[in-house]
Structures are given as structure tokens and as C-alpha cells.
């Protein structure tokens, strides 16, 4: 009993001496993290000439949590409307580094769309994801998979019904077919979803054709299955619905 | 700590408190079976009145005020129940207590016999006995050294004789010092136990030949 | 409880409500079910279910048959079958340790949801007595649940006897804090916990 209180009293001490240690080291951290952005924004150049210096920050910054890509990303995004010479490689490695940024996204996302996602959602979670406020848009999106392209993976965009689409294609180890496109363009069209029927009104294809496609989409993660619609009619979802 | 801790035990006072507070368990769940019915009843004497049946609404409202009377009995009950409940508590928390105080009690007796004053006194004379016996093994040491009576009495009276030559010339300068008491080095003059055994006219020769000494000592630097 | 529980947008898309056929895709509906079934049952504190959804206990006094059904969804006419339920509790009971059978030897018995697991319902529990100075004393399961004077907290009232049973036997007596005290009728009625 007596033994019991003292244990319990030593883990509460024990407790609680730990909790204020962590509240310290995290307002150390944080401090130490936005300090390591203000350097980063006011040596932007000088690290990214010097390779040593740069290796070094890396160090650093990889050592408290920061991904230095982020800071990269963040430096560059200051200097990418400016148009003199010195800040060319800096926008040039901001989009490089929002390159990377997009492939990571894609394969993260892939389970749940199949390598197809909403250039709007895109932007959106690497504006979350980021450590720091990063103003991306999606025209610098559109910029940074250009060079992308140059190292011969296949990122597309793609227009559906007015919304503009990344294809990841290197997931589905093929491209998007015109009639896989044509049938996400009806999805958009028809608020999120399309049968047979509706297909076969829209584009006359034939029984074959229409399973052939949904198959195909199905197995890829494009499209979810319903079999509850009206009339006992099996429809054929797209799943960026959800988050939309 | 690291270890568990067996299963904590069910006594006898347990079992006693587990079923008064199942006994108070029921009570309190009869209290709610009868609020729950006389709200009923009050809602049907509404209606009765409604439907123009005063008769069958007063039936109701006498049932009703019957099962308030039970109420008020079973919360008497309920009262010594946790009145029984909360005193055998208490009782056990007093046994606890009077447990202390026992055990507080045993360990200050034992403490006390352990002070008795014929004990002490018994401690003391054990130790004058033990000193005694020191002393006779020091003194059978002593004779062990093979000195005859006489032999030690030469031997004290080197002693002093060398003491008065070492502390003698140290006395002189210290008859001129009046501020500084000669007292600390009282010890040092360790023959005071031996005196007895020295006769006093012996002492006495003694001394005066010493003063005779002294005085020669003094006069020989006018002489030269 | 005046406010009706506000499925997420998910709820609303009617292909989760047809079992995927592509195997990724199922297991994130799964998740996505298993999310929803532990958000609602812990908005209503429901504790246990019937192996096709319906609230068996919950610790808030309403109407079980009231709440909004969580496995059908009438504005957009869609019911997952209950092919798709079983995936489902299995996902929860298997997969993420959410749920277990009442009495595996009975599966129709219904599940416990654990939106809370029972070594939290055990903490909850021996804080409570902890705090209220009644370690070492005996407790009956009644004036642990049900109660209204005897100052258990908002979380425990309530409390499903069985769950509670569960909960002492699976954790508080392993631990060695708890021993279970039997009624005349040989039930379980009351504990010590110290």
C-alpha cells in the first residue's frame, strides 16, 4: 500500500517533469524552425552555390524536422515572378522541387483514385502538407510538370468537362484511353457518376464497348461500383466526388 | 513495485458492507420504480378529469399519494441503511485506529522496560566491574616487567628528577609572566599517584638539596 | 442529446454502399466504414450492436430506435447489405482491434464498439475511485452505473453491467486491483478495487 503510493507518486513527479521538459523543447524547436526559414529566405543564394554550405543545411534542417524541399520550395516561390538572371535558377529549382512535391502526392493518393486526381485537389494538399506557406498554383503546377515531362515520365493534364486533371500514367503502366476519358467526362457531366445506359445514349457505344471501359477503370481504381441505383441500374462513380 | 501485487483479499466486514449497499442497490431502485408510476398515475387522473370521471381520477390520486407514503418509508430505510453502512465504516476506520495506538502503545512500553532504572543501575555497576578487572590486568601486566617495589621507586625518582630538570628551567621564565597561569601544564607533572609511596621526609631532603642546588646554580655567574 | 449525429460527406456517396470489387479500393472503404461506425457509436455512446448495426446499449437515455440508422442512408435510398456488414465488424473486430464479439461462442449476440478500449474504460474507472477516496472499499456495480448520488463521472454512468464485468476481468483483476464480490443468486454484484 505504502510502497504503491510512493511508486505512484514518483511516476506522477516523473510525469509531469517530463511534460514540462517536452513543452520546452518544442517551443525550442518551433523557435528554432522559423529561424532556420528566415535563413534560408535571406541565404537562399549562397546555399544554393555553395555545395558545402548546402550539405550542412540540409544537416540541419533535416535534424529538426524540416524537409528542406519546403524551404527550397519557399525561397524559390518568393523569386519566381521576378524576371532578372540571378533568380532564373531560383525559380527553375522552385519548380524542380514542386516537381518532387507532385510525385509524392500522386503516389500517395494513387490507392484511393487509381493516378488520376484534380489538379485543384493537388494544389490543395501540398498547400497542407508543407511545413510552411507556399503559395502554389496551379499554373505552376502546369510549369513544374513541364519539366517533369523532359525526364520522359508521364504526367499529363487532362481536360474533362471544364476541370482540369493530373494523370499519373507511369501508375497504370499505360494512358488513359480516349474512352476512359470520355466516360469521366460524362461522371463530371452527370454529377459524379454514369451507367451503361448512359452511355450508350451519349456516345452510342455498344454493350462490349461500355464493359470493356468500366472494367478497365474499375480495376484501376477509377471508378467505384454501385449496384443500388434506380431501377436496379449498376452505377459507376468517380471518387474525387468525395472530396470535392 | 515491478511485481504484482496478489489478488487484494474479501474480508468478513467486506462481505457485511457488500450487502447492506446491495440491500440500499434495491431500495433505491424500488424509489424509482414507484416515481416512475406515480408520474403515470398523475398524467391518468388528468386524463380522467378530462373525460368527466372524477371518481376514477380521485382513485388515482388516492393510489398515487399511497405510493408517495411508501416512498417516504423506503427513504427512511434508505437513511439507516447508509447510516448502518456509513457506521460500520467508520467503525472499521476506528479499529484501524485503535490498532495503531495498540502497536504505538506496545513500542513505547517496550521502549520504557528497556530504560528501567534498575537496569541501568545494573549496567553501571557491570561496567565498574569490567574496569576493575582492566585495572587488574594492567597492574598484572605491570608486575610482569620484573621490577621490584624498590627498583620502581628509583625509577620515579629518575623520573623526577628529570622533570624537575626539563620543567624547573621551564618554571623560571613563567614566575616573571604573571598574565599567562601556569595551569596548563599541570598534567605533564605526572607523579602526584606515586607521591604515596615516597615518604614525605624523603620529599623533604629532597627537596631542600634541590633549593641548595638552585642557589649554588645562581650565585656561581656573580662569582665569576 | 438534441442534435442528431452529422455523417461525414463519405456517408453520402452511394458506391459505399455496394461492396468494391478491386481489392484497394475495398479496403479503403472498409476504413472508411470502420470510421464512421466508431464516430457514431461514440457520439452516442453506444457500446454494443447488433451484427447488423442497430444500437444494442448506450449509455445516454434515448431512444435507440430514434437515432438515425447507420447503415442506411434515405436521402440518397442506399443500404449496405449485409454481406457488406459483416466485412465491415470483421474489418473492425480483425483488423484495427475496434470491436470484439459479446460472446464469441454466440457472434449474434451482437459486439462490443470499442470507441474507447477497455484498458481506457479501466483507467477511467479506477481514477474515479482513485480520486473519490474508495480504493479498498467495496463497490457495487449498481453505484458505479446507475447511481445518482454516488458522484461517478459523466463517462462511467451508465456504464453496460456486461462491459463493466469485461472490463474488471480483463484488466482490473490481471492487474491484481480488483477482486469480484458474488450475490446470494450468484451473480456478479460488487468489487473492491484497491
Known amino acids: 500500500m505504502n510502497n504503491n503510493w510512493h511508486s505512484d507518486a514518483y511516476s506522477k513527479l516523473g510525469q509531469s517533469l517530463n511534460e514540462r521538459h517536452t513543452d520546452q523543447l518544442s517551443t525550442q524547436l518551433s523557435v528554432f524552425q522559423s529561424a532556420l526559414v528566415n535563413f534560408a529566405r535571406e541565404h537562399g543564394e549562397e546555399i544554393k552555390q555553395n555545395s558545402e554550405f548546402r550539405n550542412k543545411f540540409t544537416q540541419i534542417c533535416q535534424s529538426v ?178 472530396s470535392s | 513495485m515491478g511485481q504484482q501485487p496478489s489478488t487484494p483479499k474479501i474480508t468478513a466486514q467486506d462481505r457485511a458492507i457488500f450487502q447492506l449497499k446491495q440491500q440500499r442497490d434495491k431500495l433505491k431502485e424500488y424509489q424509482r420504480r414507484l416515481t416512475f408510476v406515480i408520474d403515470k398515475q398523475t398524467n391518468l387522473a388528468r386524463q380522467a378529469l378530462k373525460n368527466n370521471q372524477p371518481d376514477r381520477a380521485k382513485f388515482y390520486l388516492r393510489s398515487k399519494k399511497q405510493q408517495e407514503s411508501t416512498i417516504v418509508k423506503t427513504c427512511e430505510q434508505l437513511d439507516n441503511l447508509e447510516g448502518l453502512i456509513g457506521t460500520i465504516e467508520f467503525k472499521l476506520i476506528e479499529k484501524d485506529v485503535i490498532y495503531g495506538l495498540e502497536q504505538g502503545n506496545k513500542v513505547l512500553k517496550k521502549l520504557n522496560n528497556e530504560m528501567k532504572i534498575e537496569k541501568i543501575d545494573k549496567i553501571l555497576d557491570d561496567l565498574e566491574d569490567e574496569k576493575l578487572k582492566v585495572d587488574e590486568i594492567g597492574d598484572a601486566l605491570g608486575m610482569g616487567s620484573g621490577l621490584s617495589k624498590s627498583e620502581e621507586i628509583e625509577v620515579d625518582e629518575e623520573f623526577e628528577k628529570l622533570d624537575q630538570e626539563v620543567n624547573g628551567i621551564k618554571e623560571q621564565p613563567k614566575k616573571d609572566d604573571v598574565v599567562v597561569p601556569d595551569l596548563p601544564e599541570a598534567p605533564q607533572v605526572g607523579i602526584l599517584p606515586d607521591a604515596p609511596r615516597q615518604s614525605l621526609e624523603e620529599a623533604q631532603k629532597q627537596e631542600e638539596e634541590e633549593n641548595k642546588d638552585k642557589q649554588a646554580q645562581t650565585y656561581e655567574p656573580i662569582a665569576s | 442529446m438534441t442534435t442528431e449525429f452529422t455523417f461525414p460527406k463519405i456517408h453520402s456517396f452511394p458506391p459505399l454502399y455496394t461492396k468494391q470489387p478491386n481489392a484497394t479500393i475495398l479496403s479503403n472503404q472498409l476504413d472508411s466504414w470502420s470510421q464512421i461506425v466508431l464516430q457514431y457509436c461514440e457520439y452516442y455512446k453506444i457500446t454494443s450492436m447488433t451484427l447488423h448495426g442497430t444500437p444494442k446499449v448506450s449509455q445516454l437515455d434515448v431512444n435507440l430506435e430514434s437515432l438515425p440508422s447507420l447503415f442506411q442512408n434515405k436521402t440518397i435510398n442506399r443500404t449496405v447489405n449485409s454481406d457488406l456488414q459483416t466485412s465491415i465488424f470483421n474489418h473492425l473486430i480483425h483488423k484495427l482491434n475496434k470491436a470484439e464479439y459479446i460472446n464469441p461462442k454466440k457472434p449474434d449476440l451482437g459486439i462490443y464498439i470499442y470507441w474507447r478500449t477497455i484498458v481506457e474504460w479501466a483507467q477511467l474507472l479506477y481514477d474515479f475511485v482513485d480520486k473519490s477516496g474508495q480504493l479498498g472499499t467495496v463497490l457495487t456495480l449498481y453505484e458505479l452505473t446507475k447511481s445518482e448520488d454516488s458522484g461517478v463521472p459523466e463517462s462511467l454512468r451508465n456504464l453496460d453491467e456486461a462491459l463493466l464485468i469485461k472490463v474488471l476481468k480483463e484488466v482490473l483483476i490481471k492487474q491484481g486491483k480488483a477482486q469480484l464480490l458474488m450475490t446470494e443468486e450468484g451473480e456478479i454484484g460488487g468489487v473492491k478495487i484497491v
Open chain 1, 65 to 242: 524536422g524540416i524537409d528542406p524541399l519546403d524551404l527550397l520550395l519557399y525561397s524559390g516561390s518568393v523569386s519566381k515572378t521576378s524576371k532578372s538572371q540571378s533568380s532564373k535558377t531560383q525559380s527553375d529549382n522552385y519548380f524542380i522541387s514542386l516537381a518532387v512535391r507532385i510525385v509524392e502526392v500522386c503516389q500517395e493518393t494513387r490507392d484511393i483514385n487509381g493516378g488520376l486526381i484534380p489538379l485543384k485537389e493537388l494544389v490543395s494538399i501540398i498547400r497542407e502538407n508543407s511545413y510552411i506557406n507556399i503559395e502554389v498554383t496551379e499554373s505552376d503546377v502546369e510549369k513544374s510538370l513541364s519539366t517533369l515531362n523532359t525526364l520522359g515520365k508521364g504526367y499529363d493534364i487532362l481536360t474533362i468537362h471544364d476541370k482540369k486533371w493530373l494523370k499519373f500514367t507511369s501508375a497504370l503502366g499505360g494512358s488513359i484511353s480516349n474512352d476512359q476519358k470520355k466516360v469521366y467526362e460524362l461522371c463530371g457531366f452527370m454529377g459524379g457518376y454514369v451507367t451503361y445506359r448512359l452511355l450508350r445514349d451519349n456516345y452510342a457505344w455498344d454493350k462490349l464497348r461500355c464493359k470493356t471501359v468500366i472494367d478497365e477503370m474499375i480495376m484501376n481504381g477509377f471508378l467505384w461500383v454501385d449496384s443500388q441505383g434506380e431501377g436496379a441500374e449498376w452505377q459507376y462513380w468517380e471518387p474525387s466526388w468525395i
